[in-house]
T-cell receptor
């Protein structure tokens, strides 16, 4: 089954404790992205990648890192999480960004206390 | 840059009512346009799309027509059901594939029996 898998689905952590949210897709997609979803702000892009070893900042990259060492995986790293990073995070993948469909993971609800 | 504006929610309708969710966009060139739907507790999934002017996308009784003259892509459904309760996102993509999807802020729809 074609899918994008994120882990964990839920996470509560403390300020400053490094964490990684994993994202994996099994569709051999070139393009992957991370978004955060906040009430009243909709979906905002954090980082994206057009290929292995190619990443770029989205609209809200501060406080986040990503890596793309292999095509299927695109982890999101919070080196020192802060409460303002409490949010719902989504990973997405697609063949391209033209007229093709983007596939989304189930989401990761992160709470930083 | 590219942007999408969609009507603020929440929208509450009775079952079998007519639905319109407005979406307008700003973009250079001729973007592809999408509607994504997010059911409770899930990630986003593609509902419909249109890739050129006057195209009509349709799926599950929903329709939207790409109107270049008014830069709009309004979502409509003739008779909503309780199962249509979700958050709906309008989005656009540069057809050259140079940039990722840009989303509107989302419109929450609640349908009551």
């Amino acid at each position: 089954e074609a899918q994008v898998t994120q882990n964990p689905r839920y996470l509560i952590t403390v300020t400053g404790k490094k964490l990684t949210v994993t994202c994996s897709q099994n569709m051999n997609h070139e393009y992957m992205s991370w978004y955060r979803q906040d009430p009243g702000l909709g979906l905002r892009q954090i980082y994206y990648s057009m290929n292995v070893e190619v990443t770029d900042k989205g609209d809200v990259p501060e406080g986040y890192k990503v890596s793309r060492k292999e095509k299927r995986n695109f982890p999101l790293i919070l080196e020192s999480p802060s409460p303002n990073q409490t949010s719902l995070y989504f990973c997405a993948s697609s063949l391209s960004w033209g007229d093709t469909e983007a596939f989304f993971g189930q989401g990761t609800r992160l709470t930083v206390v | 840059g590219n942007s999408v504006t969609q009507m603020e929610g929440p929208v509450t309708l009775s079952e079998e009512a007519f639905l319109t969710i407005n979406c307008t966009y700003t973009a250079t060139g001729y973007p592809s346009l999408f509607w994504y739907v997010q059911y409770p507790g899930e990630g986003l999934q593609l509902l419909l799309k249109a890739t050129k002017a006057d195209d009509k996308g349709s799926n599950k009784g929903f329709e939207a027509t790409y109107r270049k003259e008014t830069t709009s892509f309004h979502l409509e459904k003739g008779s909503v059901q309780v199962s249509d309760s979700a958050v709906y996102f309008c989005a656009l993509s540069d057809q050259q594939g140079n940039t990722p999807l840009v989303f509107g802020k989302g419109t929450r729809l609640s349908v009551i029996a």
